[in-house]
């Protein structure tokens, strides 16, 4: 079976630092998707990269699938408390049936 | 609805008992996804529904646990005499078929004691 694999598991950073999240998966991904999770929010989706090598950006926050398209990263500039909260990656299997890695959580310190 | 609608928020409930959640998707949106988040582990996929049929089941942790949907909208995800491993946040998603991204409500948290 296919499982995702979140680094780091958890982050502390100071406001103001850059800092990246990876996604690594176990075979080629299909649909890489990155999703944010606050508590009593819900899981909010950030964005979505299908093609090798892509990279989207959102506000401060660049996702990136590399070219074999088995891992992806996001990168947070110049992070700010907003930006606290758990960072999961999820993968399409097919049948609109998506799965996740552990998550990341991101702290920022003000 | 503007978004996905789960309730109750919290559920506290007796080792024993059955327990109903419900879901109410994004208006329009065909496609219905219930996880499980239980503390420390990912999100695990229960069940999914097209449309009101669920083409694979095969997420459903035990025969306790059933999920319906109807009229292609809401669903309810029942759990009959739950046990102390029932206990986590359990969320829905949906989807519309054209979409790229999944919408989540916001879970309900389920408490066994």
């Known amino acids: 079976s296919q499982e995702l694999e979140q680094s780091p598991q958890s982050l502390i950073v100071q406001e103001g630092k850059n800092l990246t999240i990876n996604c690594t998966s176990s075979?080629?991904?299909?649909?890489l998707y990155w999703y944010k999770q606050k508590y009593g929010e819900g899981l909010i989706f950030l964005m979505m990269?299908?093609?090798?090598?892509e990279e989207k950006s959102h506000e401060k926050i660049t996702a990136k699938l590399d070219e074999k398209k088995q891992q992806s990263s996001l990168h947070i500039t110049a992070s700010q408390p907003s930006h606290a909260g758990i960072y999961l990656c999820?993968?399409?299997?097919?049948?609109?049936?998506?799965?996740f890695g552990t998550g990341t959580r991101l702290t920022v310190i003000p | 609805g503007a978004g996905v609608s789960q309730s109750p928020s919290n559920k506290v409930t007796e080792k024993g008992k059955d327990v109903e959640l419900r879901c109410d998707p994004i208006s329009g949106h065909t496609a219905l996804y219930w996880y499980r988040q239980s503390l420390g582990q990912g999100l695990e996929f229960l069940i999914y529904?097209?449309?009101?049929?669920?083409?694979?089941k095969s997420g459903l942790p035990s025969d306790r646990f059933s999920a319906e949907r109807t009229g292609g909208s809401v669903s309810t995800l029942t759990i009959q005499r739950t046990q102390q491993e029932d206990s986590a946040v359990y969320l829905c998603a949906s989807s519309s078929i054209l979409g790229v991204g999944y919408t989540f409500g916001s879970g309900t948290r389920l408490t066994v004691v």
């Open positions: 999820g993968a399409d299997k097919g049948a609109n049936n998506l799965f």
């Open positions: 529904f097209q449309g009101n049929s669920a083409p694979d």
């Open positions: 990269l299908q093609k090798g090598g």
């Open positions: 075979k080629t991904l299909y649909g």
